[in-house]
Each structure stands twice: as structure tokens, then as C-alpha cells.
């Protein structure tokens, strides 16, 4: 079965840095997206960042764009989120989530469990 494994978040004072990973198992498709999105309270849930990882095209956020960047290992099976020069307004609950698309061009979502991010000032 499929699995997201999620790490990092944390309390952070505005202005540093902090790293998020998501390890995915259980499926063997080569072309699927590993991303996450975000949840701060009473605020709607927004996507953040993603990468394909059949050929590495990324998605940013406007807010978190030339802050924030993602990347995906070799296996294509983790990804990294570096977020840099953190802001009040980063403060949230961020999810793993895994897009596949298999070969009759069907798609199935998975969620990892949510990470809190605090930023401080």
C-alpha cells in the first residue's frame, strides 16, 4: 500500500530557515507528483510547492516563490522543501501529498500527516 512518510516543521524565529521531507512507498508508477500544501487557522488550505518527478518541473506558491525549494532524491521517492527567510505568515500546518498517474491516465492522492510550522518574531 501507499505510504507518505512526513519529517521536519518545527518553531523557527521569522527570517530562518527550516526543511520539511516526504518519503513515499508502496507504488512503482514513474510519473507522479510529490508536494505539499498548508492549512494555517481559519484560513483556507493552499498548495505550496510540488515537483513532477518524471521530469523535475516545480510549482511555487506566489507567496513562498525565491523562498522556498523543493527537490526529489534519485528514486524519486522523497522530496525535500528548503524554506528560507521565514515570515509570520509561513505559520501552519503543512501535508505531504503524492499525486500518481498510472498508465490508463487515472489518479489516485495520498496524504502524509500534517507537520506544524510555527514561525516566531
Known amino acids: 500500500d501507499v505510504q507518505l512518510q512526513a519529517s521536519g516543521g518545527g518553531l523557527v524565529q521569522a527570517g530562518g530557515s527550516l526543511t520539511l521531507s516526504c518519503a513515499a512507498s508502496g507504488f512503482t508508477v514513474d510519473d507522479h507528483v510529490i508536494g505539499w500544501f498548508r492549512q494555517a487557522p481559519g484560513k483556507e488550505r493552499e498548495g505550496v510547492s510540488s515537483?513532477?518527478?518524471?521530469?523535475?518541473?516545480?510549482y511555487y506558491a506566489d507567496s513562498v516563490k525565491d523562498r522556498f525549494t523543493i527537490s526529489i532524491d534519485n528514486a524519486k521517492k522523497t522530496a525535500t522543501l528548503q524554506m528560507n527567510s521565514l515570515k509570520a505568515e509561513d505559520t501552519a500546518v503543512y501535508y505531504c501529498?503524492?499525486?500518481?498517474?498510472?498508465?490508463?491516465?487515472?489518479?489516485?492522492?495520498?496524504w502524509g500527516q500534517g507537520t506544524q510550522v510555527t514561525v516566531s518574531s
Open positions: 515537483i513532477r518527478a518524471s521530469d523535475g518541473t516545480t
Open positions: 501529498n503524492l499525486r500518481v498517474r498510472f498508465p490508463d491516465r487515472s489518479e489516485s492522492n495520498y
